[in-house]
C-alpha cells in the first residue's frame, strides 16, 4: 500500500503525487504512437481469460468482488469464522500477501538450499478458501509486500547478502537480489501453481491472479523492468499461467514490452478525505483508457487505516460506511469490474510481526474488525455484494463514466454506465459529509467518455478480436441523449438508479443499497478487574549463555524474529581506567535500544529514552546507523570498580523496518565498549548472549509454570482504565532490566446461543509481549495508543479452567509497572450463533 516507510501519511501523498505525474507522462508518451498493443496470450482461455472489459472464467464475465484477508494475521482457528463472514457478505473473491520472511524464517545455506521454508498454513488457507467457501483467490508474493509487514516481507536475514554500501538494494535490479527473489518466486510459485484454477476440474475455485512486486512506481530504482522481468520469468518457469498484475507499475500498464505486454497493471485507491470518493470514478475511467486492453481493477480498495505507536488508532482514522460504500461504487462508476477491499479483515500483529512503528492491532477500520466483530462497514459490504451479485454480469460489459450533471449542486458528483442490452446504470454521490441532496437533475451522456480507443475481447484460441470502441453507442442511446431525474441522497450518499432497456427514467429503479441492521443478542457480563499479580525481575544470570564471535549480527546465529535477547561482558578494569572511561557506548545493527546494568546498577543514558518513545521506535525509518555511529550511550561514572566488572544488557528488537534502506539492516549489537568520550571505544567488550531472555527459556510464558517464588502485588481496582491514548502509562522508575508479571482470571462458561469476543484493557509502563494461556498474543507498547488487546477466543478458557496472562517487560524510564487490567467482552459486538 502506498503509505508505509517514512511519515507514512506524508510518504503516501508523495508517492500518489509521483504516480499521477508518471501515469501523464506515460499518457501522453501513448498518445504519441498509434502502434497497437500487443495481443495478450493466454495459456487457458476456456479457464480464464480476460479483455479491455473484464475477467471471463469459464466462459462467463465475472465481476470480481473481493476481500482481503491475511491468514497471518489471524489464529487459524478462527479462520473458518472470518471466511463465512465474507462469504455472507457477498464476496465471489479473496485475497492475500505472502510474506518471504513468514515462510522462510532462517538463513539458508544459499540460492538452492530450499530446506527452510514452510508453507503449510498457506496450502491450509487456499484450501478452505476455494474447496471449503467457494472462493476465488488472489495471491500476492512480492518479494515486496509494504503491508504494514516486518521488513515489508522480506527476511532480515537477507541484509546478509547485500552490498552493505548505503544505497538501497532491496527491490533493485542487482543481479544478487535478483537471483534470492527468484528463489523466493521458484519456491513459492510450487506451492501455488496446482492450486490455480487453470488446474481445477471445471466448477472448481481456484487462484485466479498473481501479482508480481508491489506499488513499483512509489520505488526509485533503476532498471525496474530488468527486475519485473526476471520474476515474471520464474512465474513462466514454474508453470504459473493464470492473468499475471501489478499495482502501479507504469512498466507494465500498457506495455509494448513483448513479456511485460502479458502483465497488466492495476490501481490503488486510498482517498484524501470523505469528501475524495470521486477521485476513484475519474482515476479508474483514466486507467480504462491508458490500458485499454485489460479490465479496471483496484488492488486495494479503501477499507480503513492502519495505526502507528504514538499515533491514533484505526477507529479514530476517517473512513466510515459511507465512505466504503461510495468509493465502491465510483470506482465501478469509472469502470472497474474488479476491486478488492484492503482490508475487509484486518487481524493482529502476533509475536511482533509488525513493521517498526506498528501497534499490536491491526484492526484497521476494516469491515470486519480485529475481534472478528462486524462493524457498519461490513452491512454496506453486504448491500453492495447484493448489487453486484444482480447487476455484475451487465456491469462487467458496461461502457461510460463520470459525466456532466445539468443544474447539479456542487457537492453532486456522478455519471452513467450503459450495458449491452441497453440498460443504464446512473451512479449518484453526495459528496457532502454533513448535508442531505434533493432535486432534479439533468444527465447528459454525451459527456461521458470522449476516447475512441478500442476494446478488445479473446476468442476461444486466444486470439485478439475488436469489440467496440469507448464511446456509449449500445442500445437505442446515441451517446448525445440527456434525460432528467430526481434524486435524493444522504449526507456522503451513493446511489444507483438501473433503468432497463427501453424504458423511461421514471420507470428505473433505484437501488439504495441500505445496509441491514444487526439484530445483537444482550449481553450481560461483568467486567472482570484483576485485583493482584504475581511479579519477578528476570533472572538474567541464570540464562542460558553462549560466546558471541565479534560483530556477529543476530541473523547470523538464527534470529529473525522479534523477541528480547540478553548481552553480558566481563570486564577487568584497572584504577586508571575506572577514572578515564565513563562512557558507555553502543553501535547497532539498526537503531534499536538497549536497557543496561552495570555491576547491578542502572546507568545514565546520555541520550535519554522518550517517555513517548517516538525516537526510538520510528527513528529507524527515517536513517541508518552507520558502523561507526554510538546510539546508545550511558554515563557510568561510579558504577565501574578496579577488577572484575559485569555489564548486562536487555535489547529491545523494535521491529524491521518496511521501506527504502533500513530494512537492509540485520539486528543486534554490532559493537559496544568503554569510552574516555562519546567517540572513541578504549575498551571494546567481547559479548556472551542468551537467545532468549531467562524467563522464556524456564517456561515463565507457559499457564503450567509455578510461580510459587514471585511476589504478589496489588492493582489498581478503583479507578477507570483509558481505552486508548499515548503517554498516560503510570510514571514509575526503572529498578532493573526485565520484569515478569502474571495474573489468573476465569470466563463465565459459553452461551451455545451467542458469539462474544473478549479483550484485555491494560495501564502498564514497560515494553514488552504477553502471553495468553501460552500464545504470543503480541507486543505492549507503554507509549500507547493501543491500550486494548485481543483475547482469540480459540485461546481462552471458559468455566472452571483459569486463564493465564503472562507480561514480560522491559523495564523504561518508567520502569515496568502494571496498575490494571480488565477483562471484558468487546461492546456492541456479540452475534447469535449460526
Excluded at 518471504?100 to 527452510?116: A, I
Excluded at 476455494?130 to 509494504?146: A, K, N, S, W
Excluded at 475481447?457 to 431525474?485: H, M, P, R, Y
Aim: glycine content about 8%.
Amino acid at each position: 500500500m502506498l503509505k508505509r516507510s517514512l511519515h507514512t501519511q506524508i510518504f503516501r501523498n508523495a508517492c500518489l503525487l509521483l504516480f499521477l505525474l508518471m501515469s501523464n507522462t506515460n499518457a501522453k508518451s501513448q498518445q504519441s504512437t498509434s502502434s497497437p498493443l500487443p495481443i495478450k496470450q493466454f495459456a487457458h482461455p476456456h479457464r480464464i481469460r480476460y479483455d479491455g472489459s473484464c475477467m471471463s472464467i469459464e466462459g462467463k464475465d465475472v465481476f470480481i468482488y473481493s476481500a482481503a484477508f491475511h491468514y497471518f494475521r489471524c489464529p487459524q482457528e478462527l479462520w473458518r469464522d472470518r471466511f463465512r463472514k465474507i462469504k455472507e457478505a457477498g464476496f465471489n473473491t479473496v485475497e492475500t500477501y505472502i510474506p518471504w520472511n513468514w515462510h522462510e524464517r532462517s538463513m539458508p545455506s544459499g540460492l538452492n538450499d530450499n530446506s527452510k521454508f514452510d508453507f503449510k498454513d498457506l496450502k491450509a488457507w487456499l484450501k478452505m478458501a476455494q474447496d471449503e467457501f467457494g472462493f476465488y483467490t488472489i495471491v500476492r508474493p512480492g518479494p515486496f509486500l509494504c503491508a504494514e509487514w516486518s521488513g515489508g516481507g522480506y527476511p532480515r536475514w537477507l541484509a546478509k547478502f547485500g552490498p552493505g554500501k548505503g544505497d538501497l538494494w532491496l527491490r533493485s535490479a542487482d543481479p544478487e537480489h535478483i537471483k534470492w527473489s527468484v528463489h523466493w518466486y521458484n519456491a513459492v510459485s510450487k506451492v501455488l501453481a496446482p492450486e490455480q484454477i487453470s488446474r481445477k476440474k471445471k466448477g472448481q475455485k481456484g487462484i485466479i491472479m498473481f501479482q508480481i512486486e508491489n506499488e513499483y512506481d512509489a520505488h526509485g530504482t533503476k532498471d525496474k523492468e530488468v527486475f519485473l522481468k526476471a520474476l515474471y520469468h520464474s512465474y513462466k518457469n514454474n508453470g504459473i499461467d493464470v492473468p499475471l498484475f501489478t499495482c502501479l507499475t507504469s512498466q507494465t500498464r500498457a506495455s509494448k514490452d513483448p513479456e511485460l505486454s502479458q502483465v497488466f497493471d492495476c490501481d490503488n485507491y486510498y482517498v484524501a478525505n470523505l469528501s475524495d470518493a470521486p477521485s476513484c470514478a475519474r482515476r479508474m475511467y483514466d486507467l480504462r483508457k491508458k490500458q485499454s486492453d485489460a479490465p479496471g481493477f483496484v488492488t486495494e480498495l479503501q477499507g480503513g487505516w492502519f495505526s502507528l505507536v504514538t499515533g491514533t488508532l484505526s477507529e479514530e482514522h476517517y473512513s466510515d460506511a459511507r465512505h466504503f460504500k461510495a468509493i465502491g461504487l465510483m470506482s465501478m462508476l469509472g469502470g472497474g469490474t474488479g476491486i478488492n477491499y484492503y482490508m475487509f479483515f484486518g487481524g493482529t500483529h502476533f509475536n511482533g510481526w509488525g513493521a517498526r512503528g506498528m501497534t499490536t492491532s491491526y484492526d484497521y477500520n476494516a469491515a470486519i474488525r480485529e475481534s472478528g466483530a462486524t462493524s457498519p462497514k461490513y452491512f454496506a459490504a453486504k448491500a453492495m455484494g447484493e448489487f453486484i451479485k444482480q447487476y455484475g454480469t451487465k456491469l462487467a460489459r458496461s461502457v461510460g463514466g463520470p459525466c456532466e450533471l445539468k443544474d447539479a449542486p456542487k457537492s453532486l458528483f456522478g455519471g452513467l454506465r450503459i450495458a449491452e442490452d441497453g440498460t443504464k446504470f446512473v451512479f449518484l454521490h453526495n459528496t457532502d459529509p454533513d448535508k442531505s441532496l434533493k432535486g432534479r437533475v439533468t444527465v447528459l451522456p454525451g459527456k461521458v467518455a470522449k476516447s475512441t480507443e478500442p476494446i478488445y475481447n479473446v476468442n476461444q484460441n486466444g486470439e485478439k478480436v475488436l469489440i467496440k470502441t469507448a464511446a456509449v453507442t449500445n442500445g437505442n442511446t446515441s451517446a448525445n441523449d440527456s434525460f432528467a431525474i430526481d434524486f435524493n441522497l444522504p449526507d456522503l450518499g451513493a446511489q444507483v438508479l438501473v433503468i432497463p432497456p427501453g424504458a423511461t427514467p421514471e420507470q428505473g429503479k433505484w437501488c439504495l443499497m441500505e445496509p441491514e441492521q444487526p439484530v445483537r443478542p444482550s449481553v450481560n457480563v461483568t467486567p472482570i478487574r484483576i485485583a493482584s499479580a504475581l511479579r519477578y525481575n528476570d533472572p538474567v544470570n541464570e540464562a542460558k549463555w553462549t560466546v558471541l564471535p565479534k560483530e556477529t549480527s543476530l541473523s547470523e546465529i538464527g534470529i529473525n524474529d522479534f523477541r528480547y535477547n540478553l548481552y553480558r561482558s566481563k570486564v577487568t578494569l584497572s584504577a586508571a581506567d575506572i577514572q578515564q572511561e565513563n562512557r558507555l557506548l553502543f553501535n547497532m545493527f539498526t537503531r534499536d535500544i538497549v536497557s543496561v546494568q552495570v555491576n547491578g546498577k542502572i546507568p545514565k543514558r546520555l541520550f535519554p529514552e522518550k517517555a513517548d518513545a517516538q525516537t526510538w521506535i520510528t527513528r529507524g525509518a527515517y536513517s541508518r546507523i552507520r558502523p561507526n555511529e554510538f546510539d546508545n550511550r550511558f554515563d557510568v561514572s561510579g558504577l565501574l570498580k578496579a577488577g572484575e566488572n559485569e555489564i548486562v544488557v536487555v535489547y529491545e528488537n523494535l521491529g524491521h523496518a518496511h521501506g527504502y534502506v533500513p530494512m537492509e539492516e540485520l539486528g543486534g549489537i554490532r559493537q559496544a565498549g568503554l569510552s574516555k568520550a562519546d567517540t572513541v571505544l578504549t575498551h571494546p567488550l567481547q559479548w556472551e548472549l542468551t537467545a532468549d531472555v531467562a524467563g522464556v527459556t524456564k517456561g515463565f510464558t507457559t499457564p503450567s509454570f509455578k510461580a510459587d517464588k514471585w511476589e504478589r502485588v496489588t492493582l489498581n481496582m478503583q479507578d477507570e482504565i483509558p481505552r486508548k491514548g499515548n503517554g498516560i502509562q503510570p510514571k514509575g522508575e526503572q529498578t532493573g532490566l526485565f520484569t515478569w508479571y502474571r495474573v489468573e482470571f476465569s470466563l463465565p462458561e459459553k452461551d451455545a446461543k451467542v458469539w462474544m469476543p473478549w479483550m484485555a484493557k491494560i495501564n502498564a509502563s514497560g515494553n514488552g509481549y504477553m502471553w495468553l494461556n501460552g500464545h504470543n498474543i503480541g507486543r505492549h507498547w507503554e507509549a500507547g495508543p493501543q491500550r486494548e488487546f485481543f483475547l482469540p477466543e480459540c485461546w481462552l478458557n471458559s468455566g472452571a479452567k483459569k486463564n493465564v496472562l503472562v507480561f514480560g517487560l522491559r523495564q523504561t524510564v518508567n520502569g515496568a509497572t502494571i496498575n490494571a487490567i480488565e477483562v471484558m467482552p468487546y461492546p456492541n459486538s456479540a452475534e447469535f450463533k449460526k
